[in-house]
């Protein structure tokens, strides 16, 4: 009998990862991941107790991802850069976006609320959102989301124009941030 062929944790999480980005995370199995490998089962089994083991540790990938797309953004403006990171991971890993924003599921409990802050922490380095108090940034986060989410959605559905392209989302995308920061500025007076 023939050794059996090792492969690392990394290497498993990277074949489910390559399953959620093309099919969804619900379509990931431990016999879809093996089939990828090339081996049995039990290889898999010796490094994840279950398949929703493993796809917690995809979701951890997903989130590391959007993390990457965030900072590559790096304009020097953290509100901008945040809803241009989201159109280009819709746009990207359409799959994966409908995944996680479109289905319900267990994986975005603690990261709608953990992102939450960290964005949060970000917009308080933004020039124009200076003299917020971090109540008022997390409202005007969560209704630039919410702008943000449906324009995502329609990036990641094939929903907008043709001639609709990424320079026209970004500039949606600032134009609205721009009316949500004046409306809270005349709140605040």
């Not at 039990?42 to 107790?49: D, E, G, R, S, T």
Request: charged fraction near 30%.
């Amino acid at each position: 009998m023939a050794p059996k062929t090792k492969f690392t944790k990394e290497q498993i999480i990277e074949a489910a990862f390559d399953i959620a980005r093309s099919e969804g995370i619900d379509s990931i199995t431990i016999r879809k991941v093996a089939d990828i490998l090339g081996s049995s089962i039990a290889p898999i089994y010796v490094n994840f107790k279950d398949v929703d083991e493993l796809k917690r540790e995809v979701f951890r990938r997903i989130i590391e991802l959007s993390h990457r797309i965030l900072i590559e953004q790096d304009t020097g403006n953290p509100f901008h850069d945040i809803g241009a990171a989201s159109l280009r991971f819709a746009k990207e890993y359409s799959v994966l976006f409908r995944d996680l924003i479109m289905k319900q599921n267990d994986y975005m409990q603690d990261y709608d609320q953990d992102m939450g802050n960290d964005l949060v922490e970000l917009m308080k380095h933004d020039a124009d959102l200076k003299g917020f108090t971090r109540e008022e940034l997390m409202e005007i986060l969560l209704k630039m989301r919410i702008f943000q989410t449906g324009l995502s959605v329609m990036t990641a559905n094939g929903l907008l124009p043709a001639h609709f392209n990424d320079e026209a989302g970004v500039a949606i995308l600032n134009s609205a941030a721009e009316d949500v920061i004046a409306a809270a500025r005349l709140r605040k007076k």
